[in-house]
């Protein structure tokens, strides 16, 4: 038979999960405008792949005109924004909890990497960019010359 040690806090915590489960936020420690005030951003997932870097970004509810790619000083940044469809209605008391606001995410870019081959698209709510790998410089063999005044 296991013993198992009672800790009063971890029951307290689930309690005020159901609590916060059946009445949504209402006894939350954060007021409306600090859940309001959270930033929303998106998570991003990077794969190495032979030729290419892929880097897959999930953006639901945003519009491809809202989102924005570019590469300054070797750096690729993703930014855009989500729009806020807060609905509450008390008398029949439907809710939306979507988290919205702009985003800004960084990603540096292994020197040699061609900006103008940089290809991103978005389609069912997650953006893929795809960056070429660099070339890779290769083995470069150097002929060895024969003193000066010696000839072959």
């Given at each position: 038979?296991?013993l198992i040690r009672w800790q009063s806090g971890r029951e307290l ?56 790619v570019e590469v300054k000083d070797n750096v690729l940044s993703i ?74």
């Amino acid at each position: 038979m296991a013993l198992i040690r009672w800790q009063s806090g971890r029951e307290l915590d689930s309690i005020q999960s159901d609590i916060n489960r059946l009445f949504g936020t209402f006894f939350d420690s954060h007021t409306a405008q600090e859940r309001a005030q959270r930033r929303w951003v998106p998570a991003v997932d990077l794969v190495e792949e032979d030729d290419r870097y892929v880097l897959s970004a999930d953006v639901p509810g945003v519009d491809e005109k809202d989102v924005t790619v570019e590469v300054k000083d070797n750096v690729l940044s993703i930014s855009g924004e989500r729009t806020s469809e807060h609905e509450e209605s008390r008398d029949g008391y439907a809710r939306v909890e979507r988290a919205s606001g702009s985003f800004r995410r960084t990603l540096r870019l292994p020197e040699g990497t061609d900006p103008a081959a940089i290809e991103a698209s978005i389609e069912q709510g997650v953006l893929e960019v795809s960056i070429p790998k660099p070339a890779q410089a290769g083995p470069h063999k150097v002929a060895i010359k024969a003193p000066a005044g010696e000839s072959a």
